[in-house]
């Protein structure tokens, strides 16, 4: 575990990253079979939750946010 609350961040058959904390709670983000992006929260003990599709612009936002500040 890091200091941060985050327990583990998974990739699933390279259409899926799911990074969930220490309450059990999870970020998921998942490619579906039609190429778009989908992103959700699930609570603590669930695997789902309402999603959001991320537009081109909105991917490129996430990976720059995630990117920044590394070596």
Known sequence: MTDDGVVDA????DDGLTVRDERGASLVV???DDGSIA???APPGDNDGPSVQLSADDRRRV???LL???P
């Open 10 to 13: 998974t990739i699933y058959a």
């Open 30 to 32: 998942e490619r579906w």
């Open 39 to 41: 992103a959700w929260i």
């Open 63 to 65: 990976a720059a946010y």
């Open 68 to 70: 920044d500040g590394l």
